[in-house]
């Protein structure tokens, strides 16, 4: 049997990272532990949560609309099949984390399908992964041109400096 625990829910609206270290649709995680964790979520419409996912032709239902679904997307260009099909998901916000961004983005004008978009780069690797700030600004100027916010990771900050762009999407 599965269980889930709630810690004292919070009172005033925030944002939760749903799984943020797993995927919360891989295979091997069982229907009803998602079926769950969308309860929790569905239970609690005042708060947003976050959904990342390297998977996205595996989501399985639509989303409610305080879920904020995102795929990540390193800059391979093979890649860009998982942002089509979040596209295609029946999702209220959808995002792109380019997290880590590996390489020039090559399908930079698909941008204009998404509601946000993060960039980020490999924590923990040195410099070996790093990305050139020209990757980052194509990216930044991308969503400029069609008014996406565009949200920098901290660990970006040696290579674009201060101040980071750290914009959210605005909402009703």
């Not at 959904?51 to 260009?77: A, C, E, F, H, Y």
């Not at 390489?103 to 399908?113: G, Q, S, T, W, Y």
Request: aromatic share 12%; glycine share 4%; proline share 9%.
């Amino acid at each position: 049997m599965l269980n889930h625990i709630w810690i004292k829910p919070p009172v005033k609206p925030c944002g939760v990272f749903v799984c943020s270290t797993m995927e919360l649709f891989h295979p091997d995680i069982p229907k009803e532990w998602r079926d769950l964790v969308f309860k929790d979520i569905e239970e609690r419409p005042n708060h947003r949560f976050y959904i990342l996912t390297k998977l996205p032709q595996n989501i399985d239902r639509p989303m409610p609309d305080n879920v904020w679904l995102g795929v990540s997307i390193t800059g391979n260009d093979k890649q860009w099949y998982k942002g089509f099909d979040l596209y295609l998901t029946q999702a209220k916000t959808k995002f792109i984390s380019f997290e880590p961004l590996l390489k020039p983005i090559e399908i930079i004008d698909e941008l204009f399908n998404f509601d946000w978009i993060i960039v980020g780069r490999l924590t923990g690797h040195g410099k070996k992964y790093q990305p050139e700030r020209a990757w980052i600004q194509e990216i930044v100027d991308e969503c400029k041109a069609h008014n996406i916010p565009v949200f920098l990771k901290d660990n970006l900050k040696e290579i674009w400096g201060n101040p980071l762009i750290q914009e959210m999407p605005k909402h009703e």
